[in-house]
């Protein structure tokens, strides 16, 4: 079978399409009981780090990344799945501790599969792929801390124009919310707003330091994908008792700030985990994902890739590059 596969390159890693002996699947996981065609994978920040050796998130070569994929069972010894369902995997460190989904095949433990979901095609699943369940996920947490759209104000979504951002202003804005998107990308103004955007800001504007650990209350709430010196600035402009669902780190991991956001105006810090979530929240996130992500707008954010065209990708979205998702085709 053939896999992206990444090998250690004097200090760093270098990636390669290889014909490898598909046994080699079951020797990396041997309590894994289904094996699985992959049909797509998706490109994340989390790819893009691991391509590039980044962050130590993987620890044995050879290595296969791919942190998401769609398939059909092809082998199963586990009683919730036969050849030829449908199936989705997202997180449980696949593609980081265990062989990922830039391989035609991949083996895993069927715990960590879900249905693919009846309205979504494998095509559509991976262009949400671990970015969009990510976005549903934040949207959840902010809701069950008591955001809703009939709430007079905006919601904010950094790092917009990014994967889990593109699906978050899409889903907040089909429900109803009203979407404030941050990029720093000028050109991508016009695409957040086809996604349902009703204010643009500059990233430049939310990225200075203030001096005021409070400043007025501009926000609902946030689903933030860039953390850093940004989230620091956010957590002071959040409406009393409002929440951030803090997603990632595209703009550093670093977290200066003080805990009047908290003790004066109630504001929540919901940190979202996509890799490790639990059973029943993944099929219940991916249920609403399939019901309100505009299909026509998640095609139109979709951009398809290769396996050997992944090295150039993924230094791109570690730069910011790259505009909404990525989906990985597999040969064959
Ligand atoms: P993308 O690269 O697709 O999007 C990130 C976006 O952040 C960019 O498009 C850019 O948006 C913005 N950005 C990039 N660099 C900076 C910077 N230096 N300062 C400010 N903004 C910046 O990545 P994803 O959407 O796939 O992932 C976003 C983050 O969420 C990553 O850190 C990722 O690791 C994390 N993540 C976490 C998960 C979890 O379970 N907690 C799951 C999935 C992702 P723009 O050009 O619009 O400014």
Request: charged residues 25%; contains cysteine; hydrophobic residues 40%.
């Amino acid at each position: 079978m053939k896999a992206l596969m990444l090998e250690e390159a004097g200090k760093g890693v270098k990636a390669e399409l290889k014909d490898i002996d598909e046994a080699q699947l079951t020797e990396r996981l041997p309590d894994g009981d289904v094996t699985v065609r992959v049909t797509y994978s998706t490109l994340n920040y989390k790819d893009g780090m691991i391509l590039n050796g980044i962050g130590r998130l993987v620890r044995q070569y050879p290595h296969v990344p791919g942190i998401d994929f769609a398939g059909e069972v092809e082998k199963s010894e586990h009683p919730d799945f036969k050849p030829g369902d449908p199936v989705i995997l997202t997180g449980w460190r696949v593609g980081e501790a265990h062989w990922g989904g830039y391989a035609e095949k991949a083996r895993v433990k069927g715990e960590w599969l879900v249905p693919l979901p009846e309205a979504l095609t494998f095509a559509r699943a991976m262009a949400l792929g671990t970015a969009g369940f990510t976005a549903m996920l934040a949207i959840m947490a902010l809701e069950e801390h008591g955001l809703e759209p009939s709430q007079q104000g905006q919601v904010l979504v950094t790092g917009a124009a990014g994967g889990v951002g593109s699906v978050a202003v899409s889903v907040l804005a089909r429900m109803g919310y009203s979407v404030a998107a941050v990029t720093g990308r000028q050109e991508t103004h016009d695409y957040l707003r086809a996604l349902g955007a009703s204010e643009i800001i500059d990233r430049s504007e939310l990225n200075a330091p203030s001096d005021k650990p409070l400043e007025r209350e501009r926000w609902l709430g946030c689903v933030d994908a860039v953390g850093g010196g940004m989230l620091a600035r956010v957590l002071g402009q959040i409406a009393y008792r409002g929440s951030v669902a803090a997603v990632g780190l595209a703009g550093g991991n670093a977290l200066n700030t003080t805990v009047l956001p908290f003790l004066l105006r109630g504001v929540n810090l919901l940190g979202i985990d996509s890799v490790m979530c639990p059973k029943a929240e993944r099929a219940e996130a991916w249920r609403r994902l399939a019901e309100t992500m505009p299909m026509d707008k998640l095609d139109a954010i979709t951009q398809r890739a290769r396996l050997e065209g992944l090295p150039d990708l993924s230094k791109q979205i570690l730069e910011g590059r790259i505009q909404g998702r990525v989906v990985v085709e597999m040969p064959g």
